[in-house]
Nanobody, 121 residues
């Protein structure tokens, strides 16, 4: 069974850092592009980042320079390191898999529970 499980969210003050994880089971994550998405209350889900199977990375303008995505193939896990967090980064964060970053999230239908990130003083 293909499954992605997000973890590591929490409450952090503005300007702080947090690293969230996306652990895969049922498939080998290194062969896929893995994208991070987020959804804030009352808003549409938006793409945050993507790491391709060849480790090219892409970021939304709103997080560029502050967030970094990486993978640990030995742990079958992708990470999102979030620095200089802002209140507007508050959302539930999800990960998704596809062959290509260009279509990440379009055909994915195994969304997990996500992990809540709250940035507040």
């Amino acid at each position: 069974q293909v499954q992605l499980v997000e973890s590591g969210g929490g409450l952090v003050q503005p300007g702080g850092s947090l690293r969230i994880s996306c652990a895969a089971s049922g498939f080998t994550l290194e062969h896929y592009a893995i994208g991070w998405f987020r959804q804030a209350p009352g808003k549409e889900r938006e793409a945050v980042s993507c790491i391709s199977s060849s480790d090219d990375t892409y970021y939304a303008d709103s997080v560029k320079g502050r967030f970094t995505t990486s993978r640990d193939n030995a742990k079958n896990t992708v990470y999102l390191q979030m620095n200089s967090l802002k209140p507007e980064d508050t959302a539930v964060y999800y990960c998704a898999a596809d062959e290509l970053c260009e279509r990440i999230g379009v055909y994915f239908n195994s969304w997990g529970q996500g992990t809540q990130v709250t940035v507040s003083s």
